[in-house]
């Protein structure tokens, strides 16, 4: 496994208002309806986005305002249909991830099968695309492809049989004729509200093991405004997931990181758990919507043998049940909302380990805290939701007992090994791991500025690793943690900084971000 498969960043530099820039990344948007937009354009989403370029009919850049597919070469001729789609919030989320300046090109056509879509079909959807793609990379020298994203599905909901087989067609032609032999294609799926689309469905979430080099979008969670359509509020999650999907998949990120060229990442510790119930679906999504890096989650066992989010070995501090996990079986943990910091009751429930990875997916990464005895039932989780090289284990094991429980699959899996101050020879501790399994990173505590830390840090280096270093509380960062940070950060999280550490696990993601935004540190 590469250590550069699991986290990514965006970085060039570009110069606005000028479009003549070295280099401006590209993105093409095709599809059908979902795609060209169909909801209602809200007047937040009215307003002209400087750092987004569209194509427009004449293969110029300007800035780009909705709708996104009014330009289209394959659109249908009613320009009122053309409203809101994934591609406006697309393009404004990655340019506040990254800072920088992109171009999209959408050409959508509602209800437009996989077949219209083919290389010489009678409808030449794909060579009007085609074409205008090649006209504006012509026209346009600074522009540089980086991806494909495609919406598409519904109307082959009726014959899903060879729905693979024509679609990596479609993106073989692309390739092959664009001479982008390995262009990232990403491929949304469709909204789970029509049991009339089980059947594509299930063909499209195997995309990414049929496809070499795509990327499945996942629709978990989104809702409806028509039979067909997504309403406004999962347009925008929609575009976002495909933003969060291109800034962990583009080719750089890890590099940075790994040059420790100025760029700390952040774990939010179990979600964003000061505005939403810890460890649940609404405190994954709001740290996503911060911007954090890293979604910290505990994993535990029902006694039917699903694995849940939960912190603690009861249900009683987190939900208004009581009980140890292990006594319920998962469908009653339905009957126990989780509560709030302030102990009020709340809608959320309970997640499954499953719910939470793709409500992560494509997103953010995750860390399964307490997940250590479960490697054998959580690795088909992960297998199945495409996240083996997103998600990390973590613990304080030694390697032979890390070996006695995961098996085989300690194989397949990321895993960061934790030290505190009572391992034993932490510098051999850690080098077990690093010679016998696919570590890329190593947690450290520092409990006092007495501890031998700098030796550890040293050799992690030496040997390659990420460094994770905790905020939450004083042991964890030799006093240096979250409570003071918040009056002195410069103090607090600046000394966390100048040990070199590449994640900060922060109680306090917000305001960390905010002061590592202010040094430069973070985008």
């Not at 979902?34 to 110029?60: C, H, W, Y």
């Not at 947690?443 to 040293?458: A, F, H, M, T, V």
């Not at 905790?470 to 042991?475: A, E, F, G, K, R």
Request: hydrophobic share 35%.
């Amino acid at each position: 496994m590469s250590r550069f498969s699991f986290l990514i960043v965006i970085f060039f530099s570009l110069i606005l208002p000028s479009y003549s820039q070295e280099e401006i990344d590209f993105f093409v948007l095709i599809g059908q309806s979902n795609m060209a937009g169909r909801s209602f354009i809200l007047p937040g989403d009215t307003n002209r986005l400087q750092k987004v370029l569209l194509v427009n009919d004449e293969l110029g850049l300007e800035p780009a305002r909705n709708p996104l597919n009014r330009y289209s070469t394959v659109r249908k001729d009613d320009l009122s249909i053309q409203r809101l789609g994934p591609g406006y919030h697309f393009g404004k989320k990655l340019t506040e991830l990254t800072g920088d300046t992109l171009a999209v090109l959408v050409n959508a056509r509602g209800a437009s099968n996989i077949e219209r879509w083919l290389k010489g079909s009678e409808y030449g959807y794909y060579e009007a695309t085609l074409n205008r793609i090649r006209l504006t990379l012509k026209n346009n020298p600074q522009l540089k492809l980086k991806a494909i994203l495609w919406q598409q599905g519904e109307s082959n909901r009726h014959n899903p049989e060879d729905y693979i087989t024509k679609l990596r067609k479609m993106v073989s032609d692309f390739r092959t004729d664009l001479q982008e032999y390995l262009l990232p294609f990403l491929i949304g799926e469709m909204g789970k509200w029509n049991n009339d689309y089980d059947a594509i469905r299930a063909k499209i979430l195997q995309v990414p093991d049929s496809i070499e080099n795509s990327f499945l979008i996942s629709s978990e969670g989104l809702s409806n405004m028509d039979v067909h359509h997504f309403d406004v509020s999962s347009y925008q999650k929609l575009g976002y997931r495909y933003a969060y999907a291109w800034y962990y998949l583009s080719a750089n990120r890890m590099q940075k990181v790994i040059s420790n060229d100025q760029f700390v990442s952040v774990t939010a510790h179990r979600g964003d758990w000061r505005n939403a119930p810890e460890n649940s679906i609404q405190a994954i999504e709001l740290a996503i919507d911060m911007g954090v890096d890293m979604v910290e989650v505990d994993v535990g066992l029902t006694k039917d043998s699903v694995l849940v989010l939960l912190h603690d070995t009861t249900v009683n501090r987190t939900t208004n049940c009581e009980g140890s996990i292990g006594s319920f079986n998962y469908e009653s943990l339905n009957d126990c909302p989780l509560i709030d910091g302030l102990g009020a009751e709340t809608e959320q429930l309970i997640p499954t380990l499953e719910q939470a990875l793709r409500a992560a997916k494509d997103q953010v990464l995750i860390n399964l805290d307490k997940a250590k005895d479960h490697i054998a039932l959580a690795y088909p989780v992960l297998k199945s939701t495409n996240m083996t090289n997103t998600a990390i284990f973590s613990s304080y094991y030694s390697y032979e007992k890390l070996r006695e429980m995961a098996g085989p699959y300690l194989d397949s899996i990321v895993y960061m090994p934790k030290i505190k101050e009572d391992t034993e020879n932490p510098i051999q501790y850690l080098s077990d791991f690093v010679a016998r399994t696919n570590t890329v990173i190593v947690q450290i505590r520092i409990p006092s500025l007495d501890y031998p830390y700098q030796k550890i840090i040293q050799y992690a280096r030496e040997s390659g690793l990420l460094i994770w270093i905790n905020s939450l509380q004083p042991y964890h960062c030799a006093g240096h943690n979250d409570e003071k940070a918040i009056y002195q950060p410069e103090f607090n999280w600046g000394w966390i900084v100048d040990q070199g550490a590449d994640f900060i696990q922060t109680d306090r993601p917000e305001l960390l971000l905010n002061y590592l935004r202010g040094k430069g540190l973070h985008n």
